[in-house]
Nanobody
Framework: VQLQASGGGLVQAGGSLRLSCAAS????????MAWFRQAPGKEREFVAG??????????YADSVKGRFTISRDNAKKNTLLMEMNPLRAEDTAVYYC?????????????????WGQGTQVTVSS
């Protein structure tokens, strides 16, 4: 499984960005995806995830709940989107998408076997 993340950039506080993660390869019929992030000097942390590919059951870190939303890109197969609005300076980090061969998502990085290359999000205050 290969993951390609995109959509990062520089934005002012209060602005918005949309990240995209495209999965390819042997994705199977039952899998879950999530977003994590890592700020300089900090550990990688969970941001948002879904139970299964239908993305009908989503869950978020408290720090982003109500501001970030994940969804499936219906126009592109196996692509997970994350809308981030409004962004804050503390959201600055490298964002990674993650993939696991299970219909149950997880908040723990160790549970994901496949990772994208990361995309930088910088929010200026």
């Amino acid at each position: 499984v290969q993951l390609q993340a995109s959509g990062g950039g520089l934005v002012q506080a209060g602005g918005s960005l949309r990240l995209s993660c495209a999965a390819s390869g042997r994705t199977s019929s039952s899998y879950s995806m999530a977003w994590f992030r890592q700020a300089p000097g900090k550990e990688r942390e969970f941001v948002a995830g879904s139970n299964g590919w239908r993305v009908g059951n989503t869950f978020y870190a408290d720090s982003v709940k109500g501001r970030f939303t994940i969804s499936r890109d219906n126009a592109k197969k196996n692509t997970l989107l994350m809308e981030m609005n409004p962004l804050r300076a503390e959201d600055t980090a490298v964002y990674y998408c993650a993939f696991r061969l299970s219909g149950m998502g997880s908040r723990f990085a160790v549970d994901y076997s496949y990772w994208g290359q990361g995309t930088q999000v910088t929010v200026s205050s």
